[in-house]
């Protein structure tokens, strides 16, 4: 077993952990950070309900190393609200309905804000590519496109990682 | 996961220095896409991981030379799908690498390390056969260009040499315009491994290059004459018949759990078509007839 000390930021919060060298980004996040909110499922890239932002862009943490994220800055859905709300992506799952067992919900959040940081506007299509790596057992897709194409027609209050808060519904 | 050490030389002689010292007990990490998902179901168990991303002299771009274009070993398949030049002059590289996993793959996956996996199904496989791709590969005794087709031996398994790292792909320069394309059949629409993945690529002399995969332990590209299949006037059951003859070195696996091997090669007849058809219409909406 071998530790090596990384340091990363997590959620605009500057981290420095002890990883074993064999421990995925999922492994550190959970279980060192305990920021349980990323979800371990399939552990081979194809479900994305571990997905979060490194540096910008989605990932599959259970796909990475915990090494690997040595100074990266990361965000996951712990990160999305603001100190007494929901950001704009969470507020249109709640209005549409998209959660249903929940499971893999903070992946699609996670997916969603990669998507909108880059495309401002998707088109339905682009929002079914764009979350083509989360799969939802309870099949709630209808309603988590819905979500994704109405956070889209709301202004963004910040930057994707941590915008400040609005009131919950 | 199994424990192993974790090394990121910054420098390609550490990285030299470590493959030297571990042998075939370290393995190079790049994307991470194939090597987590086998370093945790134990297919492989290196003592050292060795990632490649810290290497000062690998980048993650894409750059024009008198050779070509050269794309970095870090670069990921989001940035080479998204590359005005590659989605221009290399239009089924572009496709390809567009189709890899998601989103999330994509954004951490690499070409160098997909040529380096060596998967009979890989979809950037047939476009850099297509193309002439050469993998640039350094070692301690210095620098080599490895021709795209003699890097391929069977899954898993290239003509890299132990204690080399692959540190480019490079895309010769085009000669002219061609139309090109990659398709490739799954068993649902997304995001899944191809039973059948395949290129093709049309100049405006009518010379037709065509290359597949997933249909045999690596991705071949078609050997013969092919001039037929850019002709406008050739039947398309003739055209059928040549491409036949072109998947003569198709030998799917028969346990395989993705298709069976006739599936496999009915598709590989019906997107042979297809795939001449669009890359014909391709070279055609950039006003050339072949």
Same mark, same amino acid.
């Given at each position: 077993?071998?530790?090596?000390?990384?340091?990363?930021?997590?959620?605009?919060?500057?981290?420095?952990?002890?990883?074993?060298?064999?421990?995925?980004?999922?492994?550190?996040?959970?279980?060192?950070?305990?920021?349980?909110?990323?979800?371990?499922?399939?552990?081979?890239?194809?479900?994305?309900?571990?997905?979060?932002?490194?540096?910008?862009?989605?990932?599959?943490?259970?796909?990475?190393?915990?090494?690997?994220?040595?100074?990266?800055?990361?965000?996951?859905?712990?990160?999305?609200?603001?100190?007494?709300?929901?950001?704009?992506?969470?507020?249109?799952?709640?209005?549409?309905?998209?959660?249903?067992?929940?499971?893999?919900?903070?992946?699609?959040?996670?997916?969603?804000?990669?998507?909108?940081?880059?495309?401002?506007?998707?088109?339905?299509?682009?929002?079914?590519?764009?979350?083509?790596?989360?799969?939802?057992?309870?099949?709630?897709?209808?309603?988590?496109?819905?979500?994704?194409?109405?956070?889209?027609?709301?202004?963004?209050?910040?930057?994707?990682?941590?915008?400040?808060?609005?009131?919950?519904? | 996961?199994?424990?192993?050490?974790?090394?990121?030389?910054?420098?390609?002689?550490?990285?030299?220095?470590?493959?030297?010292?571990?042998?075939?007990?370290?393995?190079?990490?790049?994307?991470?896409?194939?090597?987590?998902?086998?370093?945790?179901?134990?297919?492989?168990?290196?003592?050292?991981?060795?990632?490649?991303?810290?290497?000062?002299?690998?980048?993650?771009?894409?750059?024009?030379?008198?050779?070509?274009?050269?794309?970095?070993?870090?670069?990921?398949?989001?940035?080479?799908?998204?590359?005005?030049?590659?989605?221009?002059?290399?239009?089924?590289?572009?496709?390809?690498?567009?189709?890899?996993?998601?989103?999330?793959?994509?954004?951490?996956?690499?070409?160098?390390?997909?040529?380096?996996?060596?998967?009979?199904?890989?979809?950037?496989?047939?476009?850099?056969?297509?193309?002439?791709?050469?993998?640039?590969?350094?070692?301690?005794?210095?620098?080599?260009?490895?021709?795209?087709?003699?890097?391929?031996?069977?899954?898993?398994?290239?003509?890299?040499?132990?204690?080399?790292?692959?540190?480019?792909?490079?895309? $010769?320069? =085009? +000669?002219?315009? #061609?139309?090109?394309?990659?398709? /490739?059949?799954?068993?649902? !629409?997304?995001?899944? &491994?191809? *039973?059948?993945?395949?290129?093709?690529?049309?100049?405006?002399?009518?010379?037709?290059?065509?290359?597949?995969?997933?249909?045999?332990?690596?991705?071949?590209?078609?050997?013969?004459?092919?001039?037929?299949?850019?002709?406008?006037?050739?039947?398309?059951?003739?055209?059928?018949?040549?491409?036949?003859?072109?998947?003569?070195?198709?030998? $799917?696996? =028969? +346990?395989?759990? #993705?298709?069976?091997?006739?599936? /496999?090669?009915?598709?590989? !007849?019906?997107?042979? &078509?297809? *795939?001449?058809?669009?890359?014909?219409?391709?070279?055609?909406?950039?006003?050339?007839?072949?």
């Amino acid at each position: 077993m071998t530790a090596i000390r990384i340091e990363l930021t997590v959620n605009g919060r500057p981290r420095s952990v002890p990883v074993e060298a064999h421990h995925t980004l999922l492994e550190a996040l959970r279980d060192d950070l305990g920021l349980t909110g990323t979800k371990e499922c399939c552990l081979v890239g194809e479900c994305g309900a571990c997905t979060v932002i490194v540096d910008g862009v989605s990932v599959d943490s259970c796909l990475m190393l915990a090494a690997e994220a040595d100074g990266a800055a990361i965000t996951t859905v712990e990160g999305l609200a603001g100190t007494d709300g929901v950001d704009r992506v969470q507020r249109a799952f709640l209005a549409t309905g998209a959660a249903q067992c929940g499971f893999c919900i903070p992946g699609q959040l996670m997916s969603a804000r990669a998507l909108l940081a880059i495309t401002a506007h998707p088109t339905k299509a682009e929002v079914e590519e764009g979350l083509a790596g989360n799969l939802c057992r309870c099949a709630g897709y209808e309603q988590i496109i819905e979500a994704v194409l109405l956070a889209a027609d709301e202004p963004d209050a910040g930057d994707g990682t941590s915008e400040p808060a609005e009131p919950a519904p | 996961m199994r424990a192993f050490a974790y090394e990121r030389p910054a420098d390609l002689a550490g990285a030299f220095a470590l493959l030297a010292e571990h042998g075939p007990d370290a393995r190079l990490l790049a994307g991470g896409t194939d090597l987590i998902i086998r370093l945790r179901d134990g297919s492989i168990r290196p003592r050292l991981v060795v990632d490649v991303k810290r290497i000062g002299e690998l980048d993650d771009g894409i750059r024009d030379t008198s050779d070509g274009l050269i794309i970095g070993a870090r670069t990921t398949m989001t940035a080479i799908a998204a590359d005005e030049r590659i989605r221009r002059d290399y239009t089924a590289l572009a496709d390809a690498a567009a189709v890899v996993g998601a989103v999330q793959i994509r954004n951490r996956a690499t070409l160098a390390g997909n040529v380096c996996n060596a998967s009979p199904a890989a979809d950037t496989a047939p476009a850099l056969l297509v193309y002439d791709a050469r993998v640039v590969a350094a070692g301690p005794a210095g620098e080599r260009r490895i021709p795209i087709d003699a890097f391929f031996v069977r899954s898993g398994v290239t003509t890299l040499a132990p204690g080399e790292v692959v540190t480019a792909i490079e895309l $010769p320069v =085009p +000669t002219g315009r #061609r139309g090109a394309v990659h398709v /490739r059949r799954t068993r649902r !629409r997304g995001h899944d &491994l191809a *039973a059948v993945t395949l290129a093709c690529s049309i100049d405006a002399a009518g010379v037709t290059r065509l290359a597949y995969g997933s249909v045999g332990p690596r991705p071949v590209l078609a050997w013969g004459d092919t001039s037929l299949l850019a002709d406008r006037s050739a039947s398309d059951h003739a055209k059928a018949e040549l491409l036949e003859r072109l998947f003569t070195d198709a030998r $799917p696996s =028969p +346990t395989s759990m #993705r298709a069976s091997p006739d599936y /496999r090669l009915a598709m590989l !007849r019906v997107l042979g &078509l297809r *795939a001449v058809r669009a890359a014909i219409d391709r070279l055609q909406a950039q006003g050339v007839r072949p």
